[in-house]
């Protein structure tokens, strides 16, 4: 599925430069500690082009050249690696950290290289995350987070204004960052299947099958038929639940509480059903190796249609009501746009991709499980309104996608196969569409079958610096409903 | 909007809990006794992987509309009697955390929501992690779940009450 290439530091530029004209866009960059097996620190370059995709391998024993210039979303890819390895990315604009905090962690110390045993330095102000300033006559500064007036996750908002427009917004995230990465090390694929379920609980079902997309491969399973449909079915029933959410929250924010409220009410029917079928109202640990935990019967289809025919009809309503309500349109056109060249540089992916142009999800670009012939939804505009219509129209093809998985669901056959040892330091990537947009996990394995090196990239990740420019210009009023619309996950993010 | 009207009045009316009726009875009952009509409630994300705040959320949808009882959720901590706190406690978020304990006004009280909360659960043994939370801050009542649903975060508001009142 994909070609590899190992290349030097003096040819990365050009060989990156020629993928990108190629057509091809970055959408994973991993480094790993492989100095136990003679082959120094690797930093793997993925890029995908629908349908293929193509790896550089680049190894080094201290520092890289930084590609932020060519390619501008490895910039918090490099910061990473320069965090967690101790490598150095040379020529790299920011010289600051990213998810290790000055305020309380010895800089000298890079928990994914494989020497570090898990010693916490001592809890003390080793140094200060100095944030970017906005100078001039009238400019103001509005500081908010990390905790933040609503029920939502932290994170650091520094807005500069000049007036009302907003001029620059700097985000600082990674409070929640959980070393997630590192805890996976050394614990056999099971024992992480339960860990990534709980990387971002509202995505958790598709970013499980990002996770056995790549480790499934190398174990030599091989789910039948009927248990990669009823994936399929779930993970859309996933991105329904979200969807329906996010579309709530976008009325919240206008002052259309009835609105909202009602969108919640239909998130709190879809989690119930959920909980029926899986036993689960996020549907944690759902799948598992090989299979996964729950089975399609006449009834249960029967109910699934009949709640998702209200929901269509219901969300048809509401953009109804939001295309012909003139205080609607006011606050959604316009609002909050990401440019369609600003999401090709910044790597974008998911709802925000979609609706700037860009024709990216998984679920076309490298089909996996059950999927075939999904109709993706774009918009040229990038505002909010084209995030909410991507969203509606989301939905009804997803229910679409699940009428016909149920119809066409295939008989139990054979057992589950047996699970083999991987091959030692074998690896893997598994990718899936979360409601957010795409999930990538790399995968090696150790002589021993365990977890060797797990790297995870959530959608939030690629999408986040997208917000700091869908603001500019706008007030600072716009900035609840510009994020509600993006609704990006800070739990995936900061790992 | 009509259309909406209808729904969303017959969903108040008919569909709401009718399995826990008794318990928010009993919840406004306890309120209205214990902390004289309202209880305002703070939450604070410490590195949860956010379904605890998607269920601390949907407690204010129409099914529960949790602000019947009286229990709000405020905007800081300077207004809050109760903290609830969700996640394993990270690095990052240790100092956040102490400081809006510290910025709630006495008495407070500390309700931990999550499996996350009490022993760190899957996070336990890594370097970015600093909880439980009652290492750090006097715990009054755990809600365990992974996460608890808004039932079981209701039935921990009860608690909380008759806990208070004794
Ligand atoms: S307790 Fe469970 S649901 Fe809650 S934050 Fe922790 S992992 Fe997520």
């Not at chain 1, 010693?119 to 300033?133: L, M, N």
């Amino acid at each position: 599925m994909f070609i590899e290439e190992e290349v030097e530091g003096s040819n990365l530029y050009s060989r990156v430069r020629d993928a990108i004209r190629e057509g091809f866009y970055l959408f994973g960059m991993v480094g790993s500690d492989e100095r136990e097996l003679g082959r120094g620190f690797a930093i793997r370059y993925f890029f995908m082009k629908k349908g293929s995709v193509r790896v550089f391998i680049l190894r080094t024993e201290d520092k890289f050249p930084s590609i932020v210039s060519l390619c501008p979303s490895s910039k918090n890819y490099e910061k990473e690696i320069r965090d967690m390895f101790g490598l150095l990315p040379e020529g790299h604009p920011d010289s600051r950290r990213l998810m290790l905090y000055p305020e309380n962690w010895n800089p000298a110390i890079h928990p994914l290289r494989k020497d570090y045993k898990g010693e916490k330095p001592e809890f003390k102000v080793y140094g200060r995350y100095t944030y970017k300033k906005v100078m001039g006559d009238g400019v103001n500064e509005i500081l908010v987070g990390p905790i933040h007036a609503g029920i939502i996750e932290p994170g650091h908002f520094r807005f500069s204004l000049a007036g009302e427009a907003i001029l620059q917004l700097e985000i600082r995230h990674f409070w929640k960052h959980r070393g997630i990465e590192k805890l996976c090390e050394g614990k056999d694929p099971k024992q992480v299947l339960k860990i990534v379920n709980r990387i971002s609980g509202d995505n958790a079902v598709n970013i499980s099958i990002a996770y056995l997309n790549a480790v499934e491969p190398l174990l030599g399973l091989e789910p039948s038929e009927r248990v990669k449909v009823i994936r399929s079915i779930l993970g859309e029933l996933e991105r329904v639940w979200n969807h329906v959410r996010d579309i709530g929250w976008l009325f919240m924010d206008i002052a259309f509480p009835l609105v909202a409220q009602h969108l919640f009410s239909l998130q709190e029917k879809l989690m119930r059903f959920n909980k029926s079928l899986t036993g689960h109202r996020f549907m944690f640990d759902v799948c598992e190796l090989g299979t996964v935990k729950v089975d399609f019967n006449r009834d249960r289809e029967r109910d699934l249609i009949d709640l998702l025919e209200v929901i269509e009809e219901e969300i048809r309503q509401v953009e109804e009501f939001a295309l012909e309500t003139p205080s609607v349109r006011d606050r959604f056109e316009t609002t909050g746009r990401v440019f369609k060249n600003t999401a090709m540089e910044l790597s974008l992916c998911g709802v925000c991709a979609r609706a700037s142009g860009l024709e990216r999800d998984t679920r076309v670009e490298l089909p996996y499980l059950a999927y075939k012939d999904v109709n993706l939804h774009t918009f040229e505009e990038g505002d909010v309104m084209a995030r909410f219509l991507v969203r509606t129209r989301e939905i009804y093809e997803s229910i679409r996608l699940i009428k016909l998985f149920l119809k066409n669901l295939p008989e139990q056959t054979e057992k589950a196969n047996k699970m083999q040892k991987p091959e030692p330091y074998s690896w893997n990537i598994g990718n899936a569409e979360t409601p957010r947009g795409n999930a990538f996990f790399f995968v090696m394995f150790d002589k021993d079958g365990k977890i060797y090196r797990l790297k995870y990239v959530d959608p939030s990740f690629r999408n986040w610096p997208a917000i700091q420019y869908a603001v500019l210009g706008d007030i600072i009023a716009d900035f609840p409903l510009v994020n509600k619309s993006m609704n990006l996950s800070y739990a995936g993010n900061d790992l | 909007m009509l259309f909406l009207m209808k729904r969303a009045f017959r969903l108040k009316t008919e569909e709401i809990m009718p399995e826990h009726k008794e318990l928010l009875y009993e919840l406004r009952e306890a309120i209205d006794k214990v902390f004289g009509g309202s209880l305002f409630v703070r939450e604070v994300d410490t590195g949860s992987c956010n379904a605890c705040e998607v269920e601390v959320a949907n407690l204010n949808n129409p099914y529960y509309d949790i602000e019947r009882f009286g229990i709000k959720f405020v905007a800081s901590p300077k207004h809050a009697d109760v903290l609830l706190i969700t996640g394993c406690v990270t690095r990052n978020m240790l100092v956040p955390m102490i400081k809006a304990y510290e910025n709630a006004p006495n008495p407070k009280f500390i309700v931990t929501l999550g499996d996350c909360t009490k022993d760190c659960s899957y996070f336990k043994d890594s370097y970015a992690v600093e909880g439980p939370v009652e290492k750090h801050i006097p715990v009054h009542l755990h809600i365990p779940g992974c996460p608890p649903e808004p039932r079981h975060i209701i039935e921990g508001f009860l608690k909380l009450c008759n806990r208070w009142e004794r």
